[in-house]
């Protein structure tokens, strides 16, 4: 126990402060000599004062103590600016922001951008284009161990900023760690892997196609309570609106009165994760005349394994599989929106069939190739219907990232989804909708 | 057309990044736990005299900024005076793929300080956890004189305001009243400076205050912090220090840690006024 580094515990004392060090003895010299002069010249009123002067010549010693002393009062005023200062900078610590923006280059076989002018030309269509595809900023704000309020806003694609999540959060007391969470507010939906991972740290632009059809949006509104029951298994429960903060008809309300419940169950082994997930609720298609409410219910299973190789480094293998209950997206698609019209079937739906059976999940491989590189390859299935053939949506995916600095992240990816497109001579055909994307990301 | 302006702008990412690589050829870079700054530019130094060409660059900063630094990327290894949490573990496995790989470099026994004029000769860890959650706020129920405990404590980005937080305090919130300072040398400087003062912090840092004997529990002896005490675990606030790396060390890191952990690394250590793990 012996001490390796005094320098470390010099701290500035008065005698070694800059400017309150005592005067070299020549200065003092020149310092006496001004008192003499001016003590000739003063009035005599001013006398006594004079000959208290030159009665007690001020030696180096008695000018050095009030110099001292003066310092030592300034340290104790800086001392308390520091402190004032530390109280102001403790306060400020407890906003946190965060964020990061996605700009994009897309180059697509098709797109939905073509713009129709007057007559009957048709623009031809935009395959190409930039965009800012997330520009999200979130404030943390942790007012004690305790509690903690989160406000999120995206300013992406719509150039609108719009309030992604809010909501509070009250930590236990009783453990060290406060694990135990309750949340009230607008949050991710805590069900499967996909969700709530955020989207700058997955390894492919966009979620899967199941995911966006089952959770448009991503977020919901309600109440949940994570549980950690041990280091490895942590479980899950929320109420929500249901329906996303994306639709059209739960922004605010939810017209179908019960609630949502949902739950998931996650063990964490550390090279290996596994959860099971679960979704009861309800949907309520508005129309014009009687509204059609259908079950809405999502089982999800999802596992990851990581791995490490010599030389290219980590790797995980990840899997997701989504089926339930969903409102029949042939016959939502069959439905006319206007706010003029009301909400109407299309001729020939099977307002009987409102709900069907689907299936979805994805397969990801992703290989760290070095530090700064890293391979992710995907592909996924949805099934919107069981029951009817060539509705299906599939999709492989390929990306390169390239890591420029611990913040920035360059992708390269390929789409290749596959819709079957009746053909004009019989038969089915792939659309073409292949997509390249060049992503620059930061994250702050 | 279209996929070669896309190849295009992927040639121009690439050469961005080969930009970056190239900027990032700068030697091994060790950053984190303010403890164990001394310790490892004491290492950095000899390895680099042993190892011409070499090069390591040693910055403190806390585990926490440490840990950070490694997820994100801006350093090769990570000095930590606690374990990396299981959050921790799951943002490098987010970038990374892997878990981190921990390496037990040396053991610390950590200290507690008061001023040298302070009659308070030991505490037990209960009376410790009493005041520094707020519960004991005066030195007389103590022993002291009736004054007030005024608290240092470390920013909460340290390892060892983490270490003393779990281990000592049982994982209780640290008092309201509690000063926090950065780095041990800053609260040695305090505690030096104010008769009633308290701090904690790494052995190797108790210069100009007078470190405590810690009794495990009321009917414990009381054991001052040494050598003897830390090696053999009856001075009841011991810990591990780590170097984390990403993956499994490889190259000039490899060689580094491998020295780090040899008998000349070790005996390094135990100069410094650690203790060896080897």
Known sequence: MHIVNPNAFASPTPREGPGVAPPPPGEVGLKLEAWIAAGLIVPLGWCGWISTVDAQPPGPDSLAAPAVEDAGGRLEGLTEQVQTIQADTDRMKRFKFSGYVQVRWETAENSGDTVKVSGTTLTPANVERFYIRRARLKLTYDASPLSQAVVYFDGGSDRTIRLLEGYLALLDPWTSDHRHQFWAGQFNVPFGYEIERSSSLRELPERSRAENVLFPGERDRGLKLVTPWTDRLETVVAVINGGGVNSLDFPTTDPTGGKDVLGRARWSQGVFDVALSYYDGLGLVPLTGDDVETDRTRFGADAQLYYELPTLGGGSLKGEFYSGTNVNADSVLALTVSSSVGRLLRPGADPAHFDTDFIGGYAMWVQNLGEKLQFAARAELFDPNTDLDHDQFERVSLAVHAFYDGFTRITVSYDVPRTDVAATGGGYDDAPDNLWTVQFQHRF | ?278
Not at chain 2, 53 to 63: E, M, P, R
Not at chain 2, 169 to 182: E, F, I, K, V
Request: proline share 5%; with cysteine.
């Open chain 2, 1 to 278: 057309m279209q996929t070669l302006r896309t190849i295009a702008l992927a040639v121009a990412a690439a050469g961005t990044l080969a930009a970056g690589a190239a900027h990032s050829a700068r030697g091994i870079t060790v950053k984190g736990s303010d403890t164990m700054v001394i310790l490892a530019q004491r290492w950095a130094e000899r390895y680099m005299t042993e190892h011409p060409g070499a090069i390591v660059q040693v910055t403190g900063g806390g585990s926490g900024t440490g840990i950070a630094a490694l997820i994100n990327g801006t350093t090769d290894v990570c000095m930590s005076s606690r374990p990396m949490k299981e959050d921790e573990k799951r943002k490098l496995r987010d970038r990374y793929q892997t878990m981190g790989v921990e390496l037990p470099v040396a053991k610390d026994g950590l200290s507690i300080y008061v001023h040298e004029s302070n009659p308070i000769q030991r505490l037990s860890l209960e009376q410790l956890r009493d005041v520094y959650t707020g519960a004991v706020t005066s030195w007389k129920p103590l022993g002291g004189p009736d004054a007030p405990i005024i608290l240092y404590s470390r920013e909460n980005n340290s390892g060892t305001y983490v270490y003393f937080k779990d281990h000592v305090l049982l994982g209780r919130d640290y008092s309201a009243r509690c000063q926090t300072l950065p780095g041990t040398a800053a609260v040695v400087n305090a505690v030096a400076r104010d008769p009633n003062g308290i701090g904690y912090g790494g052995a190797a840092y108790g210069r100009g205050v007078r470190e405590l004997a810690i009794r495990r529990d009321a009917d414990s002896p009381a054991v001052a912090p040494s050598a003897a005490t830390v090696r053999d675990g009856s001075y009841p606030v011991t810990r591990f220090l780590y170097l984390y790396t990403r993956t499994r060390p490889a190259g000039d890191v490899k060689k580094f840690v491998d020295w780090v952990l040899s008998a000349d690394g070790q005996a390094l250590a135990t100069q410094v006024g650690y203790f060896p793990v080897r």
